[in-house]
T-cell receptor
Framework: DAGVIQSPRHEVTEMGQEVTLRCKPISGHDYLFWYRQTMMRGLELLIYFNNNVPIDDSGMPEDRFSAKMPNASFSTLKIQPSEPRDSAVYFC??????????FGPGTRLTVT | AQSVTQPDIHITVSEGASLELRCNYSYGATPYLFWYVQSPGQGLQLLLKYFSGDTLVQGIKGFEAEFKRSQSSFNLRKPSVHWSDAAEYFCAVAPPNDYKLSFGAGTTVTVRA
């Protein structure tokens, strides 16, 4: 298995632009998670899905952030408009029912 | 709400020496407990987990952790570190039967020759 796949690995954009981060979970995993990692706040859970349905989005910082999971093999995290304080590494993770979470390699986002 | 404290931000250890990383949690009941490792520029890899049962848990790469309910701790240990163990280590907790992980701030381990 290729593991959790995230794209792009690096993204540099200007403030105000829309950013879309992509994730392909491991096949057969029912749960998908989006995390953000920064020096100041550490690792934070943003949102997670179960069977493509958002279960808890209480970690989403504000309305500029949105996440979707249109099918079992794909999810997006969108930031519109982006701001410099959104600069971070964004991780996607997935796990099967009763199993451990596997993390993707992350997307390093820089907003200038 | 659950919280996780890793008191040590940075630890330096000599190759071949033992390593212990501390983790304390705050939660109303016994949560699920995890240790993850993150190498530079990489995602997180699970080292070990505790759900219930034997309080001494064996993981990958020669790591073990001990759950102590009385101290609300889940410390990670390795008897003899290798240079490849240099990384950042995260303790995490989740409510029982849930997958919402809350992470500690992490401990960076440097291994000197």
């Amino acid at each position: 298995d290729a593991g959790v796949i995230q794209s792009p690995r690096h993204e540099v954009t200007e403030m105000g632009q829309e950013v879309t981060l992509r994730c392909k979970p491991i096949s057969g995993h029912d749960y998908l998670f989006w995390y953000r990692q920064t020096m100041m706040r550490g690792l934070e859970l943003l949102i997670y899905f179960n069977n493509n349905v958002p279960i808890d989005d209480s970690g989403m910082p504000e309305d500029r952030f949105s996440a979707k999971m249109p099918n079992a093999s794909f999810s997006t995290l969108k930031i519109q408009p982006s701001e410099p304080r959104d600069s971070a590494v964004y991780f996607c993770a997935s796990n099967p029912e009763g199993g451990e979470q596997y993390f993707g390699p992350g997307t390093r986002l820089t907003v200038t | 709400a659950q919280s996780v404290t890793q008191p040590d931000i940075h630890i330096t250890v000599s190759e071949g020496a033992s390593l212990e990383l501390r983790c304390n949690y705050s939660y109303g009941a016994t949560p699920y407990l995890f240790w993850y490792v993150q190498s530079p520029g990489q995602g997180l890899q699970l080292l070990l987990k505790y759900f219930s049962g034997d309080t001494l848990v064996q993981g990958i790469k020669g790591f073990e952790a001990e759950f102590k309910r009385s101290q609300s701790s889940f410390n990670l240990r390795k008897p003899s570190v290798h240079w490849s163990d240099a990384a950042e280590y995260f303790c995490a907790v989740a409510p029982p039967n849930d997958y919402k992980l809350s992470f500690g701030a992490g401990t960076t381990v440097t291994v000197r020759a």
